[in-house]
């Protein structure tokens, strides 16, 4: 018998070959096929468990953390150590943690079973989502500055559980944009107004002088975002420039979506911080309302890192109200109860407050309009008038020349003349004969873009509308509102 190593070598075998097999120590004969079909058939399964796993891990990736597993993140601190970082007391997870900015070198990981562990301050890798069973959403629960990318592995359902790519940015996963960023939309001034954008703030001045500094104070003037970040923050820092100390209102409002979030005041002029953390991911709007009576400047925005942000875009129309201190909405608690913003948003308006407080009938003050793109024009005066007894035959003639200054500078705009409200005060010469002398002055002048409302028709005229005897409460103002809204549409 010859050696086997002496043999020919088969070419190119099929399987259907006899080979032979050495069986208790007697040569004898058998099939190739079925000699290698327990390894070819084990090998096959095994392939298709792992091309099956595969598969199964990528239909089943989701934004979501779904399952039984604990999930936990690591970080490299300065001595290039593994610190375990976040952890969810649940057991079968594991998660790695990716650094973009090393060449994709895995930072961390971790098998399953429960650790009890802290959020570390080195954190600087990645945002890690949590899932909100109750809800059926997502959470961003912590955000990372450097970049980097998570994947969180469910050993229990065998499947990813979550995946996240994070952006570089600042200030504990925030991205911090000054106040001349293009993401920052500035609403509510007019073309003529100072607004100093720059890196450093944003400070914006009405244009009209006065001895009480009126032209800082900037009412209903607004910044806002449109985004879908968790978390968004403003820095902001009242200034002196306002000086009117006795009626000084500074509450600011914080809106979200066009609804109030929340107000802050002022606390000295030191800069701080409006945060809001929403707790989930969605596209929203929001913005920050200035007070009425207060000076107030932007010094940052910042919004979780990785996300989208672009600015709140004017509205199609254009309300200006102008006149004294119940224009510019004097004794209210915040700006988002005075009737010029409750108009507004009835009617879906841009608002450039032109409402000066203490001011007396100015003709020339209808300059100060140029330029302003305005469909709708409220004037309001008349009590400041009243207060100081000044003569009828001049307060008339200084209507007629504010009414022809407004339609030189807003040709377009239609006009809605107001005479004063409806006030508990009495003097030698009465409210009703400013009224009648306003009412004069618009009759001399007016044209077919232009409608005379009789200040009295506008809320009930009782003492329990206003807040001191002349400007109106919340309730009033929002019976001024509903009631222009007939002439504003």
Not at 23 to 49: F, H, M, N, W, Y
Not at 371 to 392: E, S
Not at 425 to 435: E, H, P, T, V
């Amino acid at each position: 018998m010859s050696k086997i190593s002496a043999l020919p070598i088969v070419a190119a075998p099929t399987g259907d070959e006899t080979v032979v097999v050495l069986k208790d120590g007697i040569a004898q004969r058998a099939d190739l096929a079925e000699l290698t079909a327990p390894l070819v058939a084990e090998a096959s399964a095994e392939a298709d468990r792992a091309v099956a796993a595969s598969k199964k891990a990528e239909t089943e990736v989701a934004t979501s953390l779904r399952g039984g597993g604990s999930l936990v993140n690591y970080a490299l601190d300065a001595n290039a150590q593994i610190l375990p970082l976040v952890v969810n007391q649940e057991t079968g997870a594991v998660l790695l943690g990716f650094d973009l900015g090393n060449n994709g070198a895995i930072v961390g990981q971790y098998a399953e079973g429960p650790i009890n562990a802290v959020i570390s301050p080195s954190f600087k890798q990645s945002l890690l989502y949590r899932y909100e069973a109750a809800t059926d959403t997502i959470i961003p629960f912590f955000v990372g500055t450097d970049g980097g990318l998570i994947l969180g592995f469910d050993t229990v359902a065998q499947k990813l559980v979550g995946a996240f790519a994070a952006g570089n940015g600042g200030g504990g996963g925030l991205t911090s944009h000054t106040p001349a960023s293009p993401k920052l939309g500035v609403l509510n001034t007019g073309p003529n107004w100072t607004v100093e954008r720059s890196a450093a703030r944003l400070r914006m001045q009405r244009p009209i002088a006065d001895d009480k500094d009126m032209r800082f104070a900037t009412p209903a003037a607004k910044v806002g975002i449109l985004t879908d970040a968790p978390i968004v923050e403003f820095d902001l820092a009242y200034t002196n420039l306002f000086t009117d100390n006795t009626n000084r209102k500074s509450v600011g409002v914080v809106l979200v979506d066009g609804v109030e979030h929340s107000t802050f005041t002022r606390a000295g002029t030191a800069t701080f911080t409006v945060s809001l953390n929403f707790g989930s991911v969605a596209f929203r709007r929001v913005e920050i309302l200035w007070p009425y009576a207060d000076s107030l400047d932007l010094i940052a925005l910042r919004y979780t890192a990785g996300y989208s942000a672009e600015p709140i875009r004017p509205r199609r129309r254009t309300f200006v109200p102008a006149g004294d201190s119940i224009s510019q909405i004097y004794t209210a608690n915040k700006t988002s109860e005075g009737w010029p913003y409750l108009l507004a948003e009835q009617r879906g308006l841009n608002l450039v407050n032109m409402g000066f407080g203490f001011r007396q009938s100015i003709a020339a003050d209808a300059t100060a309009l140029a330029g302003i793109d305005a469909d709708f024009v409220t004037r309001l005066i008349g009590y400041n008038d009243f207060a100081a007894q000044r003569p009828l035959a001049e307060f008339q003639a200084s209507e007629q020349a504010w009414i022809t200054n407004m339609r030189a500078a807003l040709p377009y705009a239609r006009l809605v003349y107001i005479s004063p409200i409806y006030s508990t005060s009495n003097n030698a010469i009465s409210l009703s004969s400013y009224r009648a002398a306003g009412r004069a002055a618009f009759d001399a002048v007016a044209d077919p873009n232009s409608v005379f409302v009789d200040g009295l028709t506008l809320m009930t005229n009782s003492a329990n509308r206003l807040v001191d005897g002349i400007h109106p409460n919340a309730l009033g103002a929002a019976e001024m509102a509903a009631a222009l809204a007939a002439y504003i549409k």
